[in-house]
């Protein structure tokens, strides 16, 4: 049995740390980092088009004034999500997601919980684009 440290298929004699690979670079663990990070941006982005669609009747309730333009804004940018969420293979769709968090923000023109959601989901993306630098680096 070889130690965590040791490939089998390394060579006698050449000594490796497991985090780093020829060529000094460094090594983030995972089989795919590239299918780990698009998984990462996908589920943001659906969890936001749910929390988006389930968010409407509770504003409604709650008192606030949405009217059908402003119900269809926020469908628009729930399918919005959802499309992004199977484009992530597309390097532009993670630029595409930062407009989309933009345009949650300034739906927050039309009632003031979609600026606190625009705000949540506008931190989740920027997490998940720190972890997409540090693991494709």
Known sequence: MTGPEQRPDAQP???QSGSEQSGGVRRSGLRNPDRAVRGLGAGTLALEALVLL???QPIR????DLGGAAIGVIVALAVA?????????RPWAWHAGTVLQGLLLLSGLLHWSLFGL???FALVWAYALHVRRVILG
């Open 13 to 15: 004699g050449s000594e």
């Open 54 to 56: 389930l968010a409407i």
């Open 61 to 64: 309730v709650v008192g606030g």
């Open 81 to 89: 999500c959802v499309v992004l969420a199977g484009m992530m293979r």
């Open 118 to 120: 625009g705000v949540i």
